[in-house]
């Protein structure tokens, strides 16, 4: 659904992702697959190869390849028509649910700090030279949605800039733990098959330089907005308030991520601080994604970042 690549089913039995849009260096599609299958991770579609071009200023990828989930369904269609039932049916539990989001993004996590033959040392302490870039990226999606969203959202964005500006400026400078991480999590790349559950599209953000490390964080500010994100979709269509909804299952997912990642020995990885200033982050490149491929996705960012902002820290 809205990709900004090409995806090809070949023979019900593999999908090719043509890349359009990818910076011209992004490893992610030739590492990361291989890598997690070498840490053990099989919540993913199996990755079968890749095509890429070797030229004078070094390698760019053309596409990836990955086996074909038979039957699977796509997040944003799932959780969208779950939550719906449930406001027909009080029975339906639409919450539980985000558990599973947030116990596989734990196990993706640690599988992606695990050293292997592909990446032999996965994790390290960003430098504050590679902290600050983050920080500067946030302000520089800042001034980009202020610049370009217009309309009523843009008067409201304008409005919201110093609660923005003080938003990111509580994201700490010291150094932090970072690992590859995925470079665009969301609930519409958690593919439900017969299989169960299975992480998809670790190409990155088509927006981004296609850069492997970075906070877990961000990943986990992402996921946990695209939930807000399914509430107003639904919301918009129903004309109903889903903000309970969108509390409580963003809550589950959070609380679920937490637990997973202790079992596993791997809280160290996650930096809480960065959590709120990231999810705050996440919704400036989302008016900056509707901006350049999906004009009428900004309402949704919209709604989301008002509501983030009136809920305290």
């Known amino acids: 659904m809205d990709q900004s690549n090409e995806s090809i089913v070949v023979n019900e039995l593999a999908v090719v992702k043509r890349f359009v849009w990818i910076a ?24 079968l190869g890749n095509a890429r071009w070797r030229h004078d200023d070094g390698v760019s990828p053309l596409a990836s ?5 038979p039957g699977a369904s ?3 269609d799932r959780y969208g028509e779950l939550l719906e039932r449930s406001l027909d ?21 640690a599988s992606l700090a695990t050293p292997t033959e592909v990446l032999p040392a996965p994790s390290a302490a960003a430098s504050e030279d590679t902290v600050a870039a983050w920080w500067r990226r946030a302000g520089n999606d800042l001034d980009d ?14 409005g919201w800039e110093r609660t923005i500006r003080d938003e990111l400026r509580q994201l700490p400078r010291c150094p932090t733990t970072a690992i590859p991480i995925h470079g665009d999590l969301h609930v ?10 299975a992480v998809s599209d670790l190409d990155g953000d088509p927006l981004g330089p296609g850069t492997l490390e970075g906070p877990l964080a961000k990943n986990v500010a992402s996921l946990v907005q695209s939930i807000d994100h399914v509430g107003r979709i639904v919301e918009a269509r129903h004309g109903v308030s889903v903000a309970g909804w969108i509390r409580d299952a963003s809550d589950r997912c959070l609380r679920a991520y937490r637990d997973e990642l202790a079992r ?11 959590l709120r200033p990231l999810r705050v982050a996440q ?10 491929y999906l004009p009428g996705w900004r309402s949704v960012p919209d709604r989301a970042i008002a509501a983030l902002l009136e809920t305290e820290a």
Not at 90 to 102: C, H, K, M, Q, T
Not at 145 to 158: C, I, T, Y
Not at 191 to 197: A, C, I, P, T
């Open 24 to 47: 011209s260096h992004n490893e992610r599609p030739m590492l990361l697959p291989a890598h997690l299958l070498a840490a053990g991770f099989e919540e993913m579609p199996a990755p």
């Open 65 to 69: 390849i990955m086996a074909h989930l």
């Open 264 to 274: 596993l020995g791997a809280s160290w990885l996650f930096d809480e601080e960065l």
């Open 283 to 292: 919704e400036l490149h989302e008016f900056l994604y509707a901006t350049h």
């Open 74 to 76: 796509d997040g944003w």
């Open 188 to 197: 519409g790349q958690f593919l439900r098959w017969r299989g169960g559950l």
């Open 145 to 158: 949605a202020l610049s370009s969203v217009d309309g009523d959202e843009g008067a409201r964005l304008h």
């Open 89 to 109: 049916g009080r029975s339906v539990d639409a919450i539980e649910p985000a558990a599973a989001l947030g116990a596989v993004t734990a196990r993706l996590h």
